[in-house]
């Protein structure tokens, strides 16, 4: 029985150090590593350094042993950016979903700063807090459409590729829930109410991700469910530009650009893809997609209808984190900033990445300082200016 056990065990090779004096185990894997290392980068193992140990002749391979309640790919990825330099690093290095996400569980359950730290930055490259990044991110998604080769900065703003299987949302969600990232649910929401159709069980049941047991709390199912009906709903009022309001100031052929508004509403519901983005407000309605649907109106109507397209765009996504029951996006971006400091995101990874640990947000937190006081500083001058009028 013990053999057949034994035979079960798997040993990750790059985390099997022979000199090891910690033996680990997660389900049937089993990691030799370093007590010290171990306890220098984790307070909550530096307190199990304290605990006493068996004897000598009850050690598994010599080494103190510890049994972890947490899935093996997890504590995999966890130990290997604890013990390998070379993996994981910090934003815009490139990262897996499931690197970003066994690191930033794993790292701030046992208290390992840096490393739950270097992962939230990563994973909140993923999910927008403001409209404008949001708009550079769908850019970079459909870029196809209209530039041979979207901005090298838009396409690497977001540092892991998205996982084909769609549950990997209800596991960022879970996962940002645990940490109290709550700045990742509004943008995590609006894309998982395109899913639902492909994920209803999985809200409601639960499901397996890679093999991990994982599923939305009852209260993240209970907003959801009022949240995905709001944002449903609000696809025809951001479409709503298209047929009001009718008349433009200024327009050179009211009847045509108006004929030809009315025309385009018909012709969206039929475009392909027009459903799958029916309960997506913000993608619905693409401009280098869709403006083809407008060739015949004039320029006055065409910059009017983008000025009232974009207005009601930020009016959805002002309410947005109000739907899903969240703090408004000003609390969600403080919380932000005081979790990973101001990461410029948007900014070209390969102009900031230098190979050193963290650079963007040692340096965006003064950066944000220096904007803070220079717009005091403006405001200032101009009140001294009225006043001396």
Same mark, same amino acid.
């Given at each position: ?31 030799? /590593? ?17 605990? $006493? ?18 899935? %093996? ?6 130990? !290997? ?30 208290? /390992? ?33 209209? *530039? ?12 892991? *590729? ?12 879970? /996962?940002?829930?645990? =940490? ?16 639902? $159709?492909?994920?209803? &069980? ?10 991990? $047991? ?34 433009? =100031? ?9 004929? *030809? ?8 519901? &039929? &475009? ?33 209808? !983008? !000025? ?15 739907? @899903? ?16 400091? %101001?990461?410029?995101?948007? =900014? ?13 947000? &040692? ?14 500083? @403006?405001?200032?001058?101009?009140? !001294? ?5």
């Amino acid at each position: 029985m013990e053999e057949t056990e034994a035979q079960r065990l798997q040993i990750i090779s790059e985390l099997w150090f022979e000199d090891g004096n910690l033996l680990i185990q997660a389900e049937n894997t089993q990691y030799r /590593v370093f007590r010290g290392i171990l306890a220098a980068r984790s307070s909550v193992f530096e307190d199990m350094q304290s605990l $006493p140990q068996p004897p000598a002749s009850e050690q598994a391979e010599n080494c103190a042993f510890l049994l972890l309640p947490d899935p %093996a790919p997890e504590v995999t990825v966890f130990l !290997k950016a604890i013990f390998d330099a070379d993996f994981f690093k910090p934003y815009p290095a490139p990262a897996e979903f499931n690197e970003v996400i066994g690191c930033l569980r794993l790292g701030h359950k046992y208290g /390992v700063d840096f490393l739950w730290r270097r992962a939230l930055v990563h994973l909140s490259s993923g999910y927008a807090t403001t409209l404008s990044r949001l708009d550079a991110m769908i850019e970079s998604e459909f870029g196809e459409e209209s *530039t041979s080769r979207p901005s090298e900065s838009v396409l690497e703003a977001r540092s892991w *590729t998205a996982p084909l299987q769609p549950a990997h949302q209800i596991r960022a969600i879970q /996962v940002a829930r645990e =940490v109290g990232a709550l700045w990742i649910l509004p943008r995590a929401f609006y894309i998982l109410c395109s899913d639902f $159709p492909a994920l209803h &069980r999985a809200v409601f049941m639960g499901t397996d991700y890679e093999g991990i $047991p994982m599923s939305l709390s009852e209260h993240d199912r209970e907003v959801f469910i009022k949240g995905r009906e709001i944002q449903s709903g609000s696809s025809a009022d951001i479409l709503q530009f298209l047929s009001h309001p009718l008349n433009t =100031v200024g327009c050179q052929q009211a009847g045509l650009c108006i004929l *030809t508004r009315l025309k385009a509403i018909g012709n969206i519901s &039929r &475009r392909q893809g027009f459903r799958s983005y029916s309960t997506l407000p913000l993608h619905i309605w693409r401009w280098r997609a869709h403006i083809n649907l407008l060739d015949d109106m004039c320029t006055t109507c065409i910059l009017a209808l !983008k !000025k009232t397209h974009q207005a009601a765009r930020q009016e959805f996504w002002d309410k947005l984190p109000e739907m @899903y029951g969240l703090p408004n996006w000003n609390e969600l971006e403080r919380l932000k900033i005081e979790s990973i400091g %101001a990461v410029v995101h948007q =900014v070209s990874p390969r102009a900031l990445y230098r190979g050193h640990d963290e650079p963007v947000i &040692r340096l965006s937190g003064l950066l944000v300082w220096a904007i803070q006081l220079s717009q005091n500083v @403006y405001s200032q001058c101009c009140k !001294k200016l009225r006043e001396k009028k």
